[in-house]
């Protein structure tokens, strides 16, 4: 998995954790805050068991598509409508004798329904949590989040340095050979002032123009 920059925050988000303080993860659109959960998981899985909930959903639903989607949990012996929200996670999720951390994704709002499930989980003492805010989240609502997720370190993603912008378009170029000269790749990553998305779309365009989407 192709991944650049970030190391400090990368740290920052895995220190949070072994020191059992809650993450929030906030940042502009295309900033990269998944990509960086992501790259994470997959660096740390030896450390700790990751659960990523999509909090677009409702709680049932998004624990419910957890769920189906792995391998590794015991089967309940009573159907899941049976179960509040939160408790097939508690009680089937097989974490394997390692710390929990949920992953909450796309958090856009709490409702009533999504702060009680937090609350649940929380209050078990069993998991830790990341929380990828979105970037019009209320106020209101990030304080009720960060008074649900006590003890909690909000982390704001920037763009990427200009340097970092370059190796990535380079890393591509060689990927899909396009031949950029040196010249193309620093007036890009400048134009772009190293927005992940913005690079990506530089990318995404050049394929396109050369009939390869």
């Known amino acids: 998995m192709f991944f650049i920059g970030r190391n400090q925050e990368r740290k920052n988000i895995v220190a949070a954790l072994k020191e059992g303080v809650n993450v929030i993860l906030k940042g502009k659109y295309g900033i990269g805050r998944t990509a960086l959960v992501n790259q994470i998981i997959a660096m740390t899985q030896d450390q700790w068991r990751f659960i990523v909930l999509d909090f677009s959903l409702s709680p049932a639903q998004a624990e419910a598509s957890a769920l189906s989607s792995q391998a590794s949990f015991r089967q309940p012996k009573r159907k899941f409508g049976t179960d509040k929200p939160g408790q097939r996670l508690i009680h089937h999720w097989n974490l394997e004798g390692k710390p929990g951390v949920i992953v909450l994704d796309n958090v856009a709002g709490l409702s009533s329904q999504k702060k009680a499930f937090i609350r649940r989980l929380n209050r078990l003492n069993r998991f830790h949590f990341i929380a990828i805010v979105e970037e019009f989240l209320p106020e209101k609502d990030?304080?009720?989040?960060?008074?649900?997720?006590?003890?909690?370190?909000?982390?704001?993603?920037?763009y990427l340095s200009v340097d970092n912008g370059e190796k990535m378009l380079r890393y591509f170029s060689e990927k899909y050979r396009f031949h950029w000269s040196e010249n193309q790749i620093q007036m890009w990553a400048s134009a772009t002032h190293g927005y992940p998305l913005g690079l990506k779309e530089i990318v995404r365009r050049e394929l396109e123009r050369l009939g390869r989407r």
């Not at 960060?146 to 909690?152: F, M, T, V, Y």
């Open 142 to 158: 990030l304080g009720l989040l960060r008074r649900e997720l006590i003890p909690s370190q909000v982390i704001t993603l920037r």
